[in-house]
């Protein structure tokens, strides 16, 4: 059975500082891959996927994933946060019949 | 384009009631999934329509739940008996034929005293 793991359930950062947000699944085959992001009362906004090809994907709101198949990853970096990137964020893998299998989810908190 | 929309998008109601959710997809898109997710979750998927039949339908909990997309586009997902446990905010999203990019609605949430 496919699963993801987002061992970071908060975490907070300072405005303009870098971010890395972990990513593990586990998945039988070759997997879809993506980011959601949430904001408080709005639905998940697709921010990046991963289906094939380029090993490093780029998203909206300068984000960035890279997909490390030896280490079952796909962690997501931005260079500088923003006030308005405070959110939660869940990594997802699947698609087609399956549905999307999420992880927990991880809530940044931006510090001024 | 309008993107998905649920109605309504808050719901309270009695143990033991009957609710319907309703969901409209992104026009032309013939994929429509159902996710549940309670609080501090992520999104748990319910069921997959492929135009109006569903495709896969392992992830609703139990008999309680139920799913129709009669015409191929509007689902309505029902849920009879509710219990407390069912108090969550249901998703819906929807793709277009050959796309694994899921778009989502904001979500009905559901609260049952």
């Known amino acids: 059975a496919q699963s993801v793991t987002q061992p970071d359930i908060h975490i907070t950062v300072s405005e303009g500082a870098s971010l890395e947000l972990r990513c593990n699944y586990s998945y039988g085959a070759t997997p879809y891959l993506f980011w959601y992001v949430q904001s408080p009362g709005q639905g998940l906004q697709l921010l990046l996927k991963?289906?094939?090809?380029?090993?490093l994907v780029q998203g909206i709101k300068g984000f960035e994933a890279e997909f490390k198949r030896s280490q079952s990853s796909f962690n997501l970096r931005k260079p500088s946060v923003h006030w308005s990137d405070a959110a939660e964020y869940f990594c997802?893998?699947?698609?087609?019949?399956?549905?999307?299998?999420f992880g927990k989810g991880t809530h940044l908190i931006i510090q001024p | 384009g309008a993107g998905v929309s649920q109605t309504p998008s808050n719901k309270v109601t009695e143990k033991g009631k009957y609710v319907e959710l309703r969901c409209d997809p992104i026009s032309g898109h013939t994929a429509l999934y159902w996710y549940r997710q309670s609080l501090g979750q992520g999104p748990e998927f319910l069921i997959y329509f492929q135009g109006t039949g569903a495709a896969d339908d392992s992830g609703l909990p139990n008999d309680r739940f139920f799913a129709v997309r009669p015409e191929g586009s509007v689902s309505t997902l029902k849920i009879q008996r509710t219990e407390r446990g069912d108090s969550a905010v249901y998703l819906c999203a929807s793709s277009s034929l050959g796309s694994d990019t899921q778009y989502f609605g904001p979500g009905t949430r559901l609260t049952v005293l």
């Open positions: 997802a893998v699947g698609g087609g019949a399956d549905g999307l299998t």
């Open positions: 991963y289906f094939s090809g380029d090993t």
